[in-house]
């Protein structure tokens, strides 16, 4: 199963740390999680009830026809609101897509599960 | 079981005279209506090309277009010898000729399906998610069901049935466009000879209508029995019913639906990963919770303690009397202790191997897989940011 960048349409690198792996595109920053990755690390989160991506899963979405389409399925993803998060989520379930700029944000409030993707993707602390 | 695979070959038999009658009458009907008067033998041959097409196509690669459509690629023993020898047991259990051969499909729901015109060249296809969450019990489950659906030929006929389902959805999308866009106006057909063009038009609409709807009843109401079978003989085969009891709990209970799945490879997943609703006409698969319920109130492991379970919680009978004649009683075994086949970073380097994927690992401590072909010499770690050169295979 290739994955494919939403945006780029350039096939992703994938990363792996501690047995967390994220789909990440060089050239625009997104990241792509499976559904599975997510809860490999959500479980690995201290407070999972706050967790923005945690909500995410659950969340319902506010824009029902995602221009992007899920690299896996190819379903058009449902854009969803958790916190000041905005993150796509595909509606079967596969899995979600930050693009860069989301990620960036999440990465610099370091909390439950965002604390971890940050180790994962080696961001400590703020970057600007 | 003798009388499934009698009952199969008869069934592709009717298949195909009924999917020839359906087929000549809808290329007539589209041809009377997209060529005027006259037209109808034209697209009546025409229709019967498209069969014979699809025949070809069924005889020559129809478990590659399966498999490819799918997304499944060939796995070597060298790969995963645990799955091959599970794969080898069962085969050696149902008495198939030879073991098919095995193909994983890349995809986090746990499924698994099984395609082949005879036996001697069928294959099996599981997804990573099912190696990585089954246990070996449930695993041998799996595969007992699927090699027990080449052993009875239930594949040849799925993978006939799906070939020639395809067919007449096209050819009723033909004609629907033809009614639609083309052909000749009702004023007209009625003004010269009436009665003959207002029968071909009435005859043209419920075809189009009732075509696909037929055909699909057809082929989903004769796949139902045929899963209880293939779970008996499974049980059979594992002497341990509650291996493939709790992998179908496991699949049925998965979030995500097959990646790989559309309306012709649908029906031959273990569990259906398109079937809403679990009952009525259209359910290729009786119920889940159903076919658990069965497996689980097995005395024993023998085609009888299926039957006798069968028609406790269902009624009726299932198995043929010259199968459960010729079959012994079977006490069930110990459950084994081995866990699943695979770890998931075992999975996970399977599928960048198959998946054309250079691994490198990072003195960080994380490992970049990039993607083949890669257009430069050299990667950053996403990590670390270290330059890493990259192999090109």
Same mark, same amino acid.
């Given at each position: 199963?290739?994955v494919v960048c939403p945006r780029c349409d350039t096939r992703l690198l994938l990363l792996v740390f501690r047995?967390?792996?994220?789909?990440?595109?060089?050239?625009?920053?997104?990241?792509?999680?499976?559904?599975?990755?997510?809860?490999?690390?959500?479980?690995?989160?201290?407070?999972?009830?706050?967790?923005?991506?945690?909500?995410?899963?659950?969340?319902?979405?506010?824009?029902?026809?995602?221009?992007?389409?899920?690299?896996?399925?190819?379903?058009?993803?449902?854009?969803?609101?958790?916190?000041?998060?905005?993150?796509?989520?595909?509606?079967?379930?596969?899995?979600?897509?930050?693009?860069?700029?989301?990620?960036?944000?999440?990465?610099?409030?370091?909390?439950?599960?965002?604390?971890?993707?940050?180790?994962?993707?080696?961001?400590?602390?703020?970057?600007? | 079981?003798?009388?499934?695979?009698? /009952?199969? #070959?008869?069934?592709?038999? %009717?298949?195909?005279? =009924?999917? &020839? !009658?359906? +087929?000549?009458?809808?290329?007539? $009907?589209?041809?009377?209506?997209?060529?005027?008067?006259?037209?109808?033998?034209?697209?009546?041959?025409?229709?019967?090309?498209?069969?014979?097409?699809?025949?070809?196509?069924?005889?020559?690669?129809?478990?590659?277009?399966?498999?490819?459509?799918?997304?499944?690629?060939?796995?070597?023993?060298?790969? /995963?010898? #645990?799955?091959?020898?599970? %794969?080898?047991?069962? =085969?050696? &259990? !149902?008495? +198939?000729?030879?073991?098919?051969? $095995?193909?994983?499909?890349?995809?986090?729901?746990?499924?698994?399906?099984?395609?082949?015109?005879?036996?001697?060249?069928?294959?099996?296809?599981?997804?990573?998610?099912?190696?990585?969450?089954?246990?070996?019990?449930?695993?041998?489950?799996?595969?007992?069901?699927?090699?027990?659906?080449?052993?009875?030929?239930?594949?040849?006929?799925?993978?006939?049935?799906?070939?020639?389902?395809?067919?007449?959805?096209?050819?009723?999308?033909?004609?629907?466009?033809?009614?639609?866009?083309?052909?000749?106006?009702?004023?007209?057909?009625?003004?010269?000879?009436?009665?003959?063009?207002?029968?071909?038009?009435?005859?043209?609409?419920?075809?189009?209508?009732?075509?696909?709807?037929?055909?699909?009843?057809?082929?989903?109401?004769?796949?139902?029995?045929?899963?209880?079978?293939?779970?008996?003989?499974?049980?059979?085969?594992?002497?341990?019913?509650?291996?493939?009891?709790?992998?179908?709990?496991?699949?049925?209970?998965?979030?995500?639906?097959?990646?790989?799945a559309n309306a012709v490879t649908a029906s031959m997943f273990i569990v259906n990963p398109l079937q809403a609703?679990?009952?009525?006409?259209?359910?290729?698969?009786?119920?889940?919770?159903?076919?658990?319920?069965?497996?689980?109130?097995?005395?024993?492991?023998?085609?009888?303690?299926?039957?006798?379970?069968?028609?406790?919680?269902?009624?009726?009978?299932?198995?043929?009397?010259?199968?459960?004649?010729?079959?012994?009683?079977?006490?069930?075994?110990?459950?084994?202790?081995?866990?699943?086949?695979?770890?998931?970073?075992?999975?996970?380097?399977?599928?960048?191997?198959?998946?054309?994927?250079?691994?490198?690992?990072?003195?960080?401590?994380?490992?970049?897989?990039?993607?083949?072909?890669?257009?430069?010499?050299?990667?950053?770690?996403?990590?670390?940011?270290?330059?890493?050169?990259?192999?090109?295979?």
């Amino acid at each position: 199963m290739k994955v494919v960048c939403p945006r780029c349409d350039t096939r992703l690198l994938l990363l792996v740390f501690r047995d967390v792996e994220v789909d990440v595109c060089e050239r625009c920053g997104g990241a792509w999680m499976d559904t599975a990755e997510l809860q490999a690390l959500l479980s690995r989160a201290t407070m999972p009830d706050a967790d923005p991506l945690m909500r995410s899963l659950s969340a319902t979405a506010h824009r029902p026809d995602g221009a992007v389409l899920c690299p896996r399925c190819d379903a058009g993803m449902v854009e969803v609101c958790a916190g000041d998060l905005r993150i796509d989520r595909c509606p079967e379930g596969h899995g979600v897509w930050l693009d860069g700029g989301e990620l960036d944000h999440l990465l610099r409030q370091p909390v439950g599960a965002a604390s971890v993707l940050a180790e994962v993707l080696g961001r400590h602390g703020a970057q600007g | 079981m003798w009388e499934q695979i009698r /009952s199969n #070959r008869w069934r592709s038999n %009717v298949l195909v005279a =009924a999917m &020839a !009658a359906v +087929l000549a009458s809808l290329g007539y $009907v589209a041809g009377e209506w997209a060529l005027g008067g006259g037209g109808g033998p034209v697209g009546l041959l025409f229709g019967l090309a498209v069969l014979g097409v699809q025949l070809a196509v069924y005889a020559t690669a129809g478990e590659a277009i399966v498999l490819r459509s799918a997304g499944a690629r060939p796995l070597a023993r060298e790969d /995963s010898p #645990r799955l091959w020898n599970v %794969v080898e047991e069962m =085969a050696i &259990a !149902a008495g +198939l000729p030879r073991p098919p051969r $095995v193909y994983l499909i890349d995809d986090p729901a746990p499924n698994a399906f099984a395609v082949g015109r005879r036996p001697e060249e069928a294959a099996i296809a599981v997804t990573t998610g099912l190696m990585i969450r089954l246990n070996r019990d449930e695993l041998q489950g799996v595969v007992g069901h699927e090699v027990a659906h080449i052993g009875n030929r239930d594949v040849q006929f799925m993978t006939l049935a799906a070939v020639l389902l395809g067919s007449v959805v096209i050819l009723s999308d033909v004609l629907w466009r033809s009614m639609r866009y083309g052909g000749r106006s009702w004023r007209r057909s009625r003004s010269r000879d009436g009665t003959g063009h207002a029968i071909v038009a009435v005859a043209a609409l419920v075809l189009a209508v009732l075509a696909p709807l037929l055909v699909r009843i057809l082929y989903f109401a004769t796949s139902r029995r045929r899963e209880y079978l293939a779970d008996a003989s499974a049980a059979q085969f594992t002497r341990y019913p509650e291996g493939l009891a709790s992998a179908l709990e496991k699949i049925a209970q998965a979030p995500a639906r097959p990646v790989a799945a559309n309306a012709v490879t649908a029906s031959m997943f273990i569990v259906n990963p398109l079937q809403a609703g679990d009952r009525g006409l259209f359910a290729t698969h009786p119920p889940t919770s159903e076919r658990i319920r069965i497996l689980r109130g097995m005395a024993g492991a023998g085609l009888a303690d299926y039957e006798a379970a069968y028609r406790r919680l269902r009624g009726g009978r299932v198995i043929g009397p010259r199968s459960l004649a010729s079959a012994g009683a079977l006490r069930i075994r110990p459950p084994s202790e081995e866990g699943p086949v695979a770890t998931r970073a075992q999975v996970r380097e399977i599928v960048h191997r198959l998946g054309d994927y250079r691994t490198i690992r990072c003195p960080c401590g994380a490992t970049v897989s990039v993607p083949q072909p890669y257009e430069r010499e050299e990667v950053r770690c996403i990590r670390c940011g270290a330059v890493h050169r990259v192999v090109r295979g």
